[in-house]
């Protein structure tokens, strides 16, 4: 019968308890962590309640470590840096040319894909794993090395490596809307405006571009709703109505002629994307190369 799942603590807690430990410090353990301090305390708590015993002293706003979580943490953070040494030689093994990108569905499918045979011929050596995803790093629970989402969205403890810029602006189907002259923004309102919400909000909306050009933020009276940024954008393509276009994504559309935009007025996001590298990614040389092709890549565009 196995006894391990029965006898082993909470095993969420134990990263967030190794980070207190060493650093002695609730508060300094969720800025490395880079979650709360009360998350920190919560799963401390939780893995006192389940040892029956107290592993921190608290006092006067401080911690200091009992005997007992002095003894616990030697254990956990030999334990943890072991599981790391042998994760890293794994990765170094006969796929260590790999390289798995981690991409939100619409930079994918629209930006990444036309351009990742420069990366290729640059890098012939390098394997490329495209991995996608809608969710937020934070709810990934696959292997990645680096990834690629939009700024905001939760990364938990992945590293930041740098952020790049953006621009929105409506676009629409010619077949929709051919116009000769741009429009007034204020014209936009007496179309159908295709919108995508996102949950939770981390995506500029029709509200908030309108109301940067002085317009009313009520545009729900006409217009179609998706969950989905590229579904939004077909959308456009077929004629549905008007969607807000990323510069980055809908470039390609606007080229062939696909889309057009039928106002002037755009909004510039100067850290609309950002890139991380995974906490367990190491300093292998095969990843720092895709992210030097990627800030190569994304600021020759900015």
Same mark, same amino acid.
């Given at each position: ?15 967030? #308890? ?13 800025? *490395? ?7 920190? @305390? ?18 006067? &706003? ?7 979580? &002095? ?8 334990? %943890? ?33 036309? &351009?990742? @045979? ?85 995506? %500029? ?42 510069? &980055? ?16 007025? @755009? ?8 890139? #991380? ?21 994304? *600021?020759?565009?900015?």
């Amino acid at each position: 019968m196995n006894t391990l799942g029965k006898s082993l603590p909470p095993l969420a807690s134990l990263l967030p #308890f190794e980070a207190a430990a060493r650093l002695e410090s609730f508060s300094k353990a969720a800025e *490395e962590l880079h979650i709360t301090q009360a998350a920190i @305390s919560r799963q401390i708590r939780g893995l006192e309640e389940n040892l029956g015993l107290k592993l921190f002293s608290r006092r006067n &706003r401080a911690v200091f470590l009992t005997q007992e979580g &002095r003894e616990l943490g030697r254990v956990v953070s030999s334990a %943890l840096r072991s599981i790391s040494d042998v994760a890293e030689t794994l990765r170094q093994a006969p796929g260590k040319h790999r390289v798995v990108l981690l991409c939100q569905l619409c930079e994918a499918f629209y930006w990444l894909m036309p &351009r990742l @045979s420069s990366f290729h011929q640059q890098y012939p050596e390098i394997e490329i794993q495209v991995v996608t995803s809608t969710r937020p790093l934070t709810e990934f629970n696959e292997h990645f090395d680096v990834a690629l989402q939009s700024t905001g969205r939760p990364s938990g403890a992945h590293v930041l490596v740098f952020t790049a810029t953006d621009e929105v602006f409506p676009v629409c189907s010619p077949g929709y809307l051919n116009v000769q002259e741009p429009l007034p923004v204020a014209d936009l309102l007496h179309h159908t405006l295709l919108h995508h919400r996102a949950t939770p909000p981390h995506w %500029l909306q029709w509200e908030g571009w309108l109301q940067a050009f002085g317009q009313a933020a009520n545009v729900n009276s006409q217009g179609a709703v998706f969950d989905s940024y590229p579904l939004m954008l077909q959308a456009a393509v077929e004629g549905h109505g008007i969607a807000l276009g990323w510069r &980055r994504t809908a470039a390609r559309l606007i080229e062939s002629g696909a889309l057009v935009r039928p106002c002037a007025q @755009s909004i510039p996001l100067p850290d609309a994307i950002s890139v #991380f590298r995974s906490s367990y990614a190491g300093d292998r040389a095969e990843v720092s190369a895709l992210i030097a092709w990627l800030e190569g890549a994304l *600021e020759s565009e900015g």
